[in-house]
């Protein structure tokens, strides 16, 4: 008799245990990567040289194909700088190179992501990818 008691208790807390699993998932169901398609391996067709100086990059907006590697480089003109593109999880150095694929199109905003100075909160671009 206790025994079954214990046993239906358990099989309550799992069945919430498995609930709550089941509805974290829908919120983190895809994670950024996922959806983008984001490859770091294989060689681009495109490339893409993102120049940043103290306190800008050189342009607001990159575009790129989507579904077709591009080589991103970050170089620095002056000062110490490296972005993060936040709706990814790709973030390049200084001097820095990587090979991505994005599968979607949109707008992918990147920023410096170095404490750089003065001007730090300003660097922010884009990736256009269509
Ligand atoms: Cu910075």
Redesign the pocket.
């Known amino acids: 008799m206790m025994k079954k008691a214990l046993f239906i208790c358990m099989l309550a807390a799992l069945v919430m245990v498995v609930a709550a699993c089941g509805s974290n998932n829908k919120n983190s169901d895809k994670s950024p990567e996922q959806d983008a398609g984001v490859e770091t391996t294989g060689s681009a067709s495109q490339e893409v040289v993102i120049k940043a100086s103290n306190?800008e990059f050189d342009k607001s907006e990159y575009v790129i194909k989507k579904g077709e590697p591009v080589k991103l480089t970050l170089e620095s003109e002056s000062?110490i700088?490296?972005i993060a593109i936040s709706d990814l999880d790709v973030k390049l150095g200084n001097g820095d190179s990587k090979v991505i694929t994005i599968d979607e199109a949109g707008e992918y905003e990147f920023?410096?992501?170095?404490?750089?100075?003065t001007?730090?909160s300003k660097?922010v671009a884009k990736l256009v990818v269509e």
Not at 111 to 117: A, L, P
């Open positions: 306190w000062g700088h490296g920023r410096c992501n170095i404490q750089c100075g001007g730090h660097m």
